[in-house]
């Protein structure tokens, strides 16, 4: 039936909903790939927000299809280690991702805010005569007829596209449109993210641009990029409401932990995220697919989120481009879904499993499987192969 469909009275081959890195990076390879896209993004601005800062090498590899990975390098800092700490033994291993040079153009971690991703994609997207980026469109509802699917839009314009793709983050209308399931959990904790453009390289002895700090009472992680460095403190419960957590005092409090001599004049920002782990029942229905966190929300220990995310735009496009067989297009939310669940999920949950512990032995023994990452080569390549993500595609 779909191929009856006839382009001339659809308003684009794709509507992808959601403006987004996920969305505006899917988008993009679509248009690269001679197909009519228009994104609708609600927000009027202030698209640019700086959740993630990590790029990894299979995510870097993926988008030099749309030509922005040299410029992401170029502004991005190159983190060719990682370390776990313990807040009171410091160093504990420094892993290398020399190991992978074979396995991977981008041995490394790219240290960058996603907003630069974003830019670069909206620019593209802008500057491409396939393409239409439109912000202040909110879609309220999707409905898949016979030979499409409709989008219906704040203000009442109705588009039809071949296919929609909800890439609408964690609060997906798409998603809840078509009454799918997202089940999960929601950590106990908040993250409380402090930047600072103080050299914290200069200040704390041994760090890597990526630390991070095993402690049963206050792990952390420090985060460096070009901008400066972030510092990523569990707030739990006990803390009290955002409102009590985002306090000068607690913010104070937090900060001197790792900078005793720091205070608030020292920060660019302070912000804080609910953490969630869920995933939809399904990333496929008809002609309508989820990627991104829409999909998909996981812990941010380890940096998987949005890179999981352009993971499932970029692989699904390529779906899209080859002719779209439905077969294959099943195997790709098949496959996604079990990224999703089984590896991003586990991998990131196990961070912060090693992060928080308690348990004096256990502790000792985690250090211990540590340290023998950095005397076996072959083990250590493994590890990396996993948080690089690289594992997760194969
Ligand atoms: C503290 C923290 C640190 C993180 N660090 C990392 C990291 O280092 N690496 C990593 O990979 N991930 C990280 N993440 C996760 C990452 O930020 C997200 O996974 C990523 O932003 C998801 O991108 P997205 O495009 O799917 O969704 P979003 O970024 O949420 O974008 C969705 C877009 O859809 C728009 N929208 C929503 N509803 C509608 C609608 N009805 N109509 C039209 N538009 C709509 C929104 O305005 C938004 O612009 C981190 C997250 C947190 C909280």
Redesign the pocket.
Known sequence: MMQDTNPAALDADVVV????????TTALKLAHGGMRVIV????EAN?L?G??????PP?LEMLESIGVTEELVRRGLKAPYYQFRDAKLGKIVELDFGVLHQDTRYPYRLQLE?SHL?KLAVDGLEAHPLADFRTG????SVTQLPDGVEVH??GGEVLRARWVVG????????RTGLGLDFSGHTYPER?L?LSTSLPLHEMMEDLAAVNYVADPEAWHVL?RNPAGWRI?FPAPPTAGTDEEVLSDEYVRRELRRVLPEADLADLDRV?L?E?HRKVAERFRVGDIFL????AH??N?LG????????HDGMLLADVLLAGADSDALDEWAANRRAVALEFVGEETEGNWEALREDDEERRARKREEWRALEADHGAQREFLLRSSMLASLK
């Open positions: 909903v959601g403006g987004g890195p996920v969305g505006t609708l993004e609600a927000r698209l927000e959740r993630a800062t990590t790029f990894h995510t996603q974003t469109s909110r879609v309220e839009v704040d890439a609408d983050g964690m609060r997906s209308v798409v993250y993210v985060l990523l912000t995220y953490v990627v991104g966190d829409a929300v996981n941010p940096g998987m989120g949005m890179n999981s995310g352009i």
